[in-house]
C-alpha cells in the first residue's frame, strides 16, 4: 500500500499505520513523528524525512528511509530492524534494547547512549559515517560500529566518547590518535578475534548500502570495551 503523507498529523498517520500494516510506503513524508512506534508485524519504507522518535519501541517491524532522519531514531526499541540511506540527528538508538539500527551516512550527539542488552538481546547499530560527541555515553549493553566512510577533515568521533561506558562494545574504523577517551575504558587495537566477530556486522552494513566488504575492512579498527563491570556502583551504594 503507498499512502501519501503530506497533509498527515503525527496521529492520522499512526492510525493508519497500525490500520492496515503489511507492506506499506509512505510518501512525502515531512518530519511526522513516531512513525511505527511499537509496531511489529509491518515492513515500512519512507520516502522524505520522518520526524522525531522513529520507530520508539519497535518491536520486529523493519523500517527503510531513503533519506534522512531526524533525532531519536530507535528510541528504546526492543527488536526489528532501522534502515536510513542518509543521516540521521541526534540520540539514535537511545535505550535501545534489542534489534538493528544500519545508516549509510552521519550521526548527531549522543548516538547509543544507555545502549543495554539482556540474555539473548543484543542491539546492534551501524554507523557508515562518523558520530557526534558523546558516543556510547552510559553504554551498558550491545554494539555500535563506525566506520568513518562518508568525506571528513573531523575525527570518526566528536569529543567525549564512551563517557560512563560500563557494557557493551565499540569497534572504531580508524587508529583513534586523535580521539580522548575516558579513563575507565579501554581502548585497543582490534586483534583477529574482534575483528572476526566484526565481520558479520560490516558484512551486513555493505550488503544493505553497496560498499565492498573488503575495502571496509582494509583498515585499522580500535575496539573499546569498559575497564570495571559496574564503575559507578560507589555512586549508588552505600557502603
Same mark, same amino acid.
Given at each position: 500500500?503507498?499512502?501519501?503523507?503530506?497533509?498527515?498529523?503525527?496521529?492520522?498517520?499512526?492510525?493508519?499505520?497500525?490500520?492496515?500494516?503489511?507492506?506499506?510506503?509512505?510518501?512525502?513524508?515531512?518530519?511526522?513523528?513516531?512513525? !511505527?512506534?511499537? /509496531?511489529?508485524?509491518?515492513? #515500512?519504507?519512507?520516502? &522524505?524525512?520522518? =520526524?522525531?522518535?522513529? *520507530?520508539?519501541?519497535?518491536?520486529?517491524?523493519?523500517?527503510?528511509?531513503?533519506?534522512?532522519?531526524q533525532d531519536a531514531v530507535g528510541d528504546t526499541m526492543n527488536d526489528g530492524e532501522i534502515v536510513v540511506y542518509g543521516d540521521?540527528?541526534?540520540?539514535? !538508538?537511545?535505550? /535501545?534494547?534489542?534489534?538493528? #539500527?544500519?545508516?549509510? &551516512?552521519?550521526? =548527531?550527539?549522543?548516538? *547509543?547512549?544507555?545502549?543495554?542488552?539482556?540474555?539473548?538481546?543484543?542491539?546492534?547499530?551501524?554507523?557508515?559515517?562518523?558520530?557526534?560527541?558523546?558516543?556510547?555515553?552510559?553504554?551498558?549493553?550491545?554494539?555500535?560500529?563506525?566506520?568513518?566512510?562518508?568525506?571528513?577533515?573531523?575525527?570518526?568521533?566528536?569529543?567525549?566518547?564512551?563517557?560512563?561506558?560500563?557494557?557493551?562494545?565499540?569497534?572504531?574504523?580508524?587508529?583513534c590518535k586523535d580521539i580522548k577517551f575516558p579513563d575507565q575504558v579501554t581502548a585497543r587495537k582490534a586483534d583477529k578475534k574482534?575483528?572476526?566477530?566484526?565481520?558479520?556486522?560490516?558484512?551486513?552494513?555493505?550488503?544493505?548500502?553497496?560498499?565492498?566488504?573488503?575495502?571496509?575492512?582494509?583498515?585499522?579498527?580500535?575496539?573499546?570495551?569498559?575497564?570495571?563491570?559496574?564503575?559507578?556502583r560507589q555512586m549508588y551504594v552505600y557502603n
Amino acid at each position: 500500500m503507498v499512502i501519501n503523507v503530506r497533509e498527515l498529523g503525527n496521529k492520522e498517520l499512526n492510525e493508519l499505520l497500525y490500520k492496515y500494516k503489511g507492506e506499506i510506503t509512505l510518501e512525502e513524508c515531512c518530519g511526522q513523528r513516531f512513525i !511505527g512506534a511499537g /509496531m511489529s508485524d509491518s515492513f #515500512i519504507s519512507i520516502n &522524505g524525512v520522518p =520526524g522525531n522518535a522513529l *520507530g520508539a519501541y519497535l518491536n520486529g517491524s523493519k523500517i527503510v528511509v531513503n533519506n534522512n532522519a531526524q533525532d531519536a531514531v530507535g528510541d528504546t526499541m526492543n527488536d526489528g530492524e532501522i534502515v536510513v540511506y542518509g543521516d540521521i540527528g541526534d540520540t539514535a !538508538g537511545y535505550a /535501545m534494547r534489542g534489534g538493528k #539500527i544500519f545508516v549509510k &551516512g552521519n550521526a =548527531g550527539y549522543r548516538a *547509543g547512549i544507555h545502549m543495554k542488552e539482556y540474555k539473548e538481546k543484543k542491539p546492534l547499530m551501524v554507523i557508515g559515517g562518523r558520530a557526534g560527541s558523546f558516543l556510547g555515553e552510559y553504554q551498558a549493553g550491545g554494539v555500535i560500529v563506525v566506520l568513518g566512510l562518508t568525506e571528513s577533515e573531523k575525527p570518526i568521533v566528536g569529543s567525549f566518547p564512551c563517557t560512563g561506558m560500563h557494557g557493551g562494545k565499540i569497534f572504531l574504523r580508524s587508529d583513534c590518535k586523535d580521539i580522548k577517551f575516558p579513563d575507565q575504558v579501554t581502548a585497543r587495537k582490534a586483534d583477529k578475534k574482534d575483528l572476526k566477530e566484526l565481520e558479520e556486522y560490516v558484512s551486513e552494513f555493505c550488503g544493505l548500502f553497496g560498499y565492498n566488504f573488503k575495502e571496509v575492512m582494509n583498515s585499522p579498527f580500535t575496539f573499546v570495551t569498559p575497564d570495571s563491570k559496574n564503575p559507578y556502583r560507589q555512586m549508588y551504594v552505600y557502603n
